[in-house]
């Protein structure tokens, strides 16, 4: 019930196109969602992140959206740029808690 | 406006040595987690600290791992005997007290060699 499902796994965009990462979890007592970008030989730097009272938050060219009903939120990526190639995580926390991560996208930009 | 800070950022260690690895968290943060990640694969909890209190180690091994947060001075992550399943980058990350707390910062990390 801990799990935080994410799917691609990997994902190949052409430069200007859109990046879309989904992410699925189980437990309902999670009540943070937020996402990641780490680059090779990183840590993982915080990008975007949403509570589940809000369907939807958009920061540039980040936007993730929310579904509760589905139990399920995405990472859209607008005008994807070359320098966005990096692996993405999603994650879930419960309040007070720790984060639990999805397995994590690759995702590169041609371009 | 320092951000989170751990070494050393590699470490080599012999089979059946010790390896210590430090996090200094970023200022005004007092909540401290340590995370390992795998070649390849996402990260994985290990163990949440307080200042002088350990509040989750659920994600901890049983054996040979431990780790403290003084009240003063680093968060420390010790690895006893290690072994070669030990290799792997661990991270530390970092948050705030009260209703900001939700956001967990992290640091370059420590990659664990175990030859």
């Known amino acids: 019930q801990q799990q935080v499902k994410q799917s691609p796994q990997s994902l190949i965009v052409q430069k200007g196109g859109i990046s879309i990462i989904n992410c699925a979890y189980e437990?309902?007592?999670?009540?943070?969602f937020p996402w990641y970008q780490q680059f090779p030989g990183k840590g993982p730097a915080l990008l975007i992140a949403?509570?589940?009272?809000?369907s939807e938050k958009k920061e540039g060219r980040f936007t993730i959206s929310f579904n509760k009903s589905a139990k399920q939120f995405s990472l859209h990526i607008m005008d994807s740029q070359p320098g966005d190639s990096a692996t993405y995580f999603c994650?879930?926390?419960?309040?007070?808690?720790?984060?639990?991560f999805g397995e994590g996208t690759q995702l590169t930009v041609n371009p | 406006n320092a951000g989170v800070m751990q070494n050393p950022r590699h470490l080599v260690r012999r089979r059946g040595q010790e390896a210590r690895l430090r996090c200094s968290p970023m200022?005004?943060?007092?909540?401290v987690y340590w995370y390992r990640q795998l070649p390849e694969e996402g990260l994985k909890f290990m163990v949440y600290?307080?200042?002088?209190?350990?509040?989750?180690e659920s994600g901890m091994p049983k054996e040979r791992f431990s780790a403290e947060f003084p009240k003063e001075g680093p968060s420390i992550l010790r690895i006893q005997q290690v072994v070669r399943g030990d290799s792997a980058a661990y991270f530390c990350?970092?948050?705030?007290?009260?209703?900001?707390?939700?956001?967990?910062?992290f640091g370059p990390g420590t990659r664990l060699t175990v030859t």
């Open positions: 990350a970092s948050s705030q007290q009260g209703q900001a707390s939700y956001e967990q910062y």
């Open positions: 437990n309902t007592a999670f009540d943070y």
């Open positions: 949403i509570r589940p009272d809000v």
């Open positions: 994650a879930a926390r419960q309040s007070g808690s720790r984060l639990t």
């Open positions: 200022k005004g943060h007092s909540h």
């Open positions: 600290l307080q200042k002088e209190n350990i509040i989750d």
